[in-house]
Antibody, heavy 123, light 110 residues
Framework: QLQLQESGPGLVKPSETLSLTCTVS??????????WGWIRQPPGKGLEWLGI???????YYNPSVKSRITISIDTSTRQFSLKLTSVSAADTAVYYC???????????????WGQGTTVAVSS | QSVLTQPPSASGTPGQRVTISCSGS????????VYWYQQLPGAAPKLLIY???ERPPGVPDRFAGSKSGTSASLAISGLRSEDEAAYYC???????????FGTGTEVTVL
């Protein structure tokens, strides 16, 4: 069973850039049937889909963070990454990386999730 | 800014049937598949229902999804204590070109 593992700093200062990496193990990152994405969950709140990257590099982003987000993929290292610029306390959350079924036009369900990593934005 | 609306809470006694609604619009539920996720306390979400009503391997048939128009529902029959969790609906939104989640429903087993 494919597994995902998030890594990155647990604390980021306001106005700086949040950077996380997700490593894919026990499976392929180059499948054309799946995209790779990020979801977050602020403390005590619901899930927010942030965006995905296709293995070829194309992306879809949530309009609410579109001006600040970049998701990229490196198939040689079996990793994909999230960068979120100009963070504030509102970006404090558990960040999950995930595998989402997709085709050229639409995204489908998220069938594999990482365990999640907590990121706090504070000075 | 969830575009899918769910009731914040639902509850039932063991063995009862609980239904959770998910209300959307023509740009999401109305034209795309609905997915349901279960999030146990302290854990990552897990896919519970895909393509409106299909269950992944290992998901008990006590969980049933349905869709009608711009709304969807998740029914949990034979409620068990281990079903206490948060449940989220999700769909692709053609207007936003993004996946969207529902506001989430906390299910309590009394």
């Amino acid at each position: 069973q494919l597994q995902l593992q998030e890594s990155g700093p647990g604390l980021v200062k306001p106005s700086e850039t949040l950077s996380l990496t997700c490593t894919v193990s026990r499976g392929s990152i180059t499948s054309t049937d799946y995209c790779w994405g990020w979801i977050r969950q602020p403390p005590g709140k619901g899930l927010e889909w942030l965006g995905i990257v296709y293995y070829g590099g194309n992306t879809y982003y949530n309009p609410s963070v579109k001006s600040r987000i970049t998701i990229s993929i490196d198939t040689s290292t079996r990793q994909f990454s999230l960068k979120l610029t100009s963070v504030s306390a509102a970006d404090t959350a558990v960040y999950y990386c995930a595998r989402q079924k997709c085709d050229d036009y639409t995204l489908y369900g998220i069938d594999i999730w990482g365990q999640g990593t907590t990121v706090a934005v504070s000075s | 800014q969830s575009v899918l609306t769910q009731p914040p809470s639902a509850s039932g006694t063991p063995g009862q049937r609980v239904t959770i609604s998910c209300s959307g619009s023509s740009s999401n539920i109305g034209t795309n598949f609905v997915y349901w996720y279960q999030q146990l306390p302290g854990a990552a979400p897990k896919l519970l229902i895909y393509r409106n009503s299909e269950r992944p391997p290992g998901v008990p048939d006590r969980f049933a999804g349905s869709k009608s128009g711009t709304s969807a529902s998740l029914a949990i029959s034979g409620l068990r204590s281990e079903d206490e969790a948060a449940y989220y609906c999700s769909a692709w939104d053609d207007s936003l070109t993004a996946s969207v989640f529902g506001t989430g429903t906390e299910v309590t087993v009394l």
